[in-house]
């Protein structure tokens, strides 16, 4: 007969099932040892949207005109906003986003004979401005000495609209003189001694919506002596 140690040692053994979890349980297990993966993809997913987003301009506000000020002293901000106001109630909706929009561009020479922060901010101010000229933004223009600002860059245009040759009259007006720009809300006292003109263009480049921009200038040169 077979000792009790025998019965013992030779049984038949068998584990204890596991308890049957419920479906909450197991999503929350599930969380407890993914979760940090989770949360890492959607922190790169959301990054890289946002990267798409900005390289494709989505959802940014795109100008139907802007205009390039180029001075040696700078507007106000009020007063930049008050240009590009007025100048979008006298235009259209070119880029058909069912709004009018007037951009300002502010390119402002310092003395650079100042300091060293007025040399840095003159040189970006004069990247920038190349870099409008070279993807042709601004069609109009305000500045304080166009004659300079066409000898450095040969870019204003004549009183046909092409670009002004050496020995031709660029199509610029002074500011007092349009009798559009003095009926602007704008702080006219800023304005005192500043130009408007526009920007020539070759035959085989040019800026976005000219024959708006074209039919703007008309309109704010109309009456200009």
């Given at each position: ?46 990054a890289a949207g946002d990267i798409l987003w900005n390289a494709l301009g989505i959802g940014a506000v795109k100008p139907d ?13 009020e007063t930049l906003a008050a240009l590009e106001r007025a100048f979008a109630a006298l235009g259209e909706d070119c880029n ?130």
């Amino acid at each position: 007969m077979a000792s009790e140690y025998l019965k013992w040692k030779y049984q038949d053994v068998r584990p204890d099932a596991p308890p049957q979890r419920t479906k909450k349980q197991r999503a929350a297990n599930w969380w407890h040892y993914h979760k940090w993966w989770l949360l890492a993809g959607a922190a790169l997913l959301i990054a890289a949207g946002d990267i798409l987003w900005n390289a494709l301009g989505i959802g940014a506000v795109k100008p139907d005109y802007q205009l390039a000020y180029v001075a040696s002293a700078p507007l106000s901000d009020e007063t930049l906003a008050a240009l590009e106001r007025a100048f979008a109630a006298l235009g259209e909706d070119c880029n058909g986003d069912g709004r009018v929009v007037f951009r300002v561009n502010s390119y402002v020479r310092m003395d650079t004979a100042q300091d060293s922060d007025a040399a840095q901010y003159t040189a970006a101010a004069k990247v920038r401005l190349m870099a409008d000229m070279e993807a042709c933004e601004s069609y109009f223009f305000i500045c304080d000495a166009p004659e300079t600002l066409h000898e450095n860059y040969d870019i204003l245009a004549n009183a046909s609209g092409d670009i002004a040759g050496p020995d031709e009259a660029l199509g610029c007006f002074a500011w007092e003189t349009c009798p559009k720009l003095m009926a602007l809300a704008v702080d006219q006292q800023e304005m005192t001694g500043l130009y408007f003109a526009r920007r020539g263009f070759w035959q085989d480049r040019t800026c976005g919506h000219r024959e708006q921009c074209d039919a703007l200038w008309e309109r704010l040169t109309e009456g200009a002596k």
